[in-house]
């Protein structure tokens, strides 16, 4: 019988118990706030014994306290399943060849409700199981290439893609798709911009803030909008392709560089900072914003540099921050740090010492800004002068993530500062901008009776 109430225990299991319920039961059940039909789900190992968990019609789920509960009663039982089987892509003649390469994440990913974690669990081939509609927009080829969560990637699954998608396109693929989770899709997105030079195809990357067995996931349509972006668009850059408003009217096509998560649950977490959007897509066309963009060619040819120096790390600057922080990164080996910092790129002077140390030691120290928005301007106050003179390097207008993951990759190639610095602080993939447009920074207040006149005619 312990099989029954997997993942149940205490009060839990005596009420399945006294109605004879099972785990994957069909059941009704009232209570004292209401009555509730679903499906018996089991628990997480460590989650507590007052509460029963079911899954509505409408697929999401509830807890019910299981003191409220006055009868249940078992209408039907079926163990669910929650795995999609795998299906060979179709081909069409004519059709684009497109390539995806699975990496994990919430694209690919189901509900463990043994632990109650959203596992990576889809392979590439399982996502036409459960988008078909992918087979109307191209030749889908599929390959797993890890099946970690976002914040497990690194700088080998840097390398390992930039090397994959170099083969893919020198063999002749029309356009690549990247599953990634979306809490370090943009640092993939930027890395890989730096890897990656002057491809003929588009490379996009794709996640899902939302799980597939959520009603309300983003995850198909996401990849019908990559798919769409990666066939038939001409824009041949990495990018982020994610929705656009928190509807799923369109999507948006971000530049590798310049893109960054800003939401831990919006649908339409991802913004371009200091910049427009390349494009918007749905799934019958592409409308670029820009036209400043690397077009699509015929030739195979691109450049692939899978460099990357793990001992980089990026400092947000806080009031009182004490010079042992930068100390310990000395002592510790790193060779390269960034710097978001306040304002035009400032941080205190207690910090100097140690800033002069690494300037005397030959480790590279950038400044951004953690205001995200807006240019380094270190020539202003005294203090950017100071810091200028004992070595630090304004790096524009980059932004801090794009930042770490470049001196990591310059310094991959070479430990020489005058080359470091070259490498930095030239402009790749808009990485760094002669300006900002009049609309590459919009920020409302809500509240405000203007704002909200206007929040009320347009989308979010």
Same mark, same amino acid.
């Given at each position: 019988m312990i099989d029954i109430f997997k993942?149940?225990?205490?009060?839990?299991?005596?009420?399945?118990?006294?109605?004879?319920?099972?785990?994957?039961g069909d059941a009704e059940i009232k209570t004292t706030r209401g009555d509730f039909s679903g499906i018996i789900l089991p628990r997480s190992e460590n989650d507590d014994d007052k509460h029963i968990v079911l899954k509505l019609v409408t697929g999401y789920n509830v807890g019910i306290n299981v003191g409220t509960i006055t009868d249940m009663k078992e209408i039907g039982y079926k163990e669910a399943h929650y795995k999609i089987p795998e299906k060979k892509f179709p081909f069409t003649e004519?059709?684009?060849?497109?390539?995806?390469?699975?990496?994990?994440?919430?694209?690919?990913?189901?509900?463990?409700?043994?632990?109650?974690?959203?596992?990576?669990?889809?392979?590439?081939?399982?996502?036409?199981?459960?988008?078909?509609?992918?087979?109307?927009?191209?030749?889908?080829?599929?390959?797993?290439?890890?099946?970690?969560?976002?914040?497990?990637?690194?700088?080998?699954?840097?390398?390992?893609?930039?090397?994959?998608?170099g083969k893919e396109i020198e063999k002749g693929i029309d356009g690549i798709i990247i599953g990634h989770g979306t809490?370090?899709?943009?640092?993939?997105?930027?890395?890989?911009?730096? =890897?990656?030079? *002057?491809?003929?195809?588009?490379? /996009?990357?794709? +996640?899902?803030?939302?799980?597939?067995?959520?009603?309300?996931?983003d995850a198909a349509l996401n990849l019908m909008h990559a798919a769409t972006a990666a066939a038939q668009s001409d824009i041949a850059e990495v990018m982020v392709c994610m929705f656009g408003p928190t509807s799923d009217e369109y999507?948006?096509?971000?530049?590798?560089?310049?893109?960054?998560?800003?939401?831990?649950?919006?649908?339409?977490?991802?913004?371009?900072?200091?910049?427009?959007?390349?494009?918007?897509?749905?799934r019958d066309k592409i409308t670029p914003i820009k036209q400043n963009y690397n077009r699509r060619r015929d030739d195979r040819k691109v450049?692939?540099?899978?460099?990357?120096?793990?001992?980089?790390?990026?400092?947000?600057?806080?009031?009182? =921050?004490?010079? *042992?922080?930068?100390?310990?990164? /000395?002592?510790? +080996?790193?060779?390269?740090?960034?710097?978001?910092g306040t304002g035009l790129g400032h941080v205190n002077k207690p910090l100097y010492p140690a800033i002069k140390k690494c300037q005397e030691l030959g480790i590279p120290i950038f400044m951004t800004v953690q205001t995200l928005w807006g240019y380094v301007h270190m020539f202003v106050y005294d203090t950017g002068r100071d810091l200028m003179n004992y070595g630090i390097i304004p790096a524009e207008n980059m932004l801090p993530e794009v930042a770490?993951?470049?001196?990591?990759w310059a310094l991959g190639q070479t430990d020489d500062m005058e080359k470091v610095r070259e490498l930095m602080m030239t402009p790749i993939a808009n990485d760094i901008t002669k300006r900002e447009p009049y609309n590459g920074y919009l920020i409302y207040q809500g509240g405000i009776p203007e704002v909200e006149e206007f929040i009320k005619k347009v989308h979010k």
């Open positions: 993942g149940y225990k205490g009060d839990a299991v005596e009420i399945l118990k006294k109605f004879n319920i099972r785990v994957w004519g059709q684009p060849k497109v390539k995806l390469f699975g990496t994990g994440g919430t694209i690919a990913s189901r509900l463990d409700y043994r632990t109650g974690a959203v596992i990576p669990a889809f392979s590439p081939g399982e996502l036409y199981g459960a988008v078909p509609e992918l087979a109307d927009i191209c030749n889908l080829e599929t390959e797993k290439l890890f099946a970690v969560f976002s914040e497990n990637m690194g700088p080998e699954q840097y390398k390992t893609l930039a090397i994959a998608i809490d370090t899709l943009h640092h993939t997105a930027a890395i890989l911009s730096f =890897m990656i030079q *002057d491809s003929p195809v588009p490379i /996009i990357l794709v +996640g899902s803030q939302r799980s597939s067995d959520r009603p309300s996931s999507g948006l096509l971000h530049q590798g560089t310049r893109v960054r998560k800003m939401h831990s649950s919006y649908r339409s977490t991802f913004r371009t900072i200091g910049d427009t959007p390349i494009a918007t897509v749905t450049t692939i540099l899978p460099y990357f120096e793990e001992k980089v790390a990026l400092l947000y600057y806080y009031p009182n =921050m004490q010079p *042992d922080m930068i100390y310990s990164l /000395i002592d510790n +080996g790193y060779k390269g740090i960034v710097i978001a770490i993951v470049k001196l990591s």
